[in-house]
């Protein structure tokens, strides 16, 4: 650009308060040199230091996320033991439940060969069962 400036004021084109102007436009482009180099690394210092912060961020997110992960699988392993406590103890329920049902079966048939006349041998054998049962004789 500076050349053709130049040829054109040989050439008679430009007037000579036109050429200071760009004399001094040139000399201001040696001033954007100087800057220019000198705020580079002031603005890759400033770019690291940036860096830097945002490693800093992603490190204490990183170890947030760590911990949060080690306290979910800590609270997946109590709840996977409380379901097994809540199977055994439905486990034991039915048994339960299964067990006095046959109880309740055998005293309403001991009760109905109570009443019953005609079976009296029967009511002798119930109670003798029922006996052996609950003592374990």
Request: glycine share 6%.
């Amino acid at each position: 650009m500076i050349l053709t400036i130049n040829n054109l004021y040989r050439a008679g084109h430009i007037s000579p308060y036109l050429e200071q102007v760009f004399l001094q436009v040139k000399e201001l482009g040696t001033i954007g040199d100087w800057i220019g180099g000198s705020a580079t690394p002031l603005l890759n210092l400033g770019a690291f230091i940036i860096l830097l912060v945002s490693l800093n961020y992603q490190k204490v997110e990183t170890q947030q996320a760590r911990e949060e992960f080690q306290l979910t699988m800590a609270e997946l392993h109590e709840s996977r033991a409380l379901a097994r406590e809540q199977g055994n103890l439905i486990k034991q329920q039915k048994f339960e439940t299964t067990f006095f049902n046959l109880l309740n079966i055998f005293f309403v048939k001991e009760k109905d060969a109570k009443t019953s006349h005609d079976s009296e041998t029967a009511v002798g054998m119930l109670s003798i069962e029922h006996e052996e049962f609950f003592t374990g004789n």
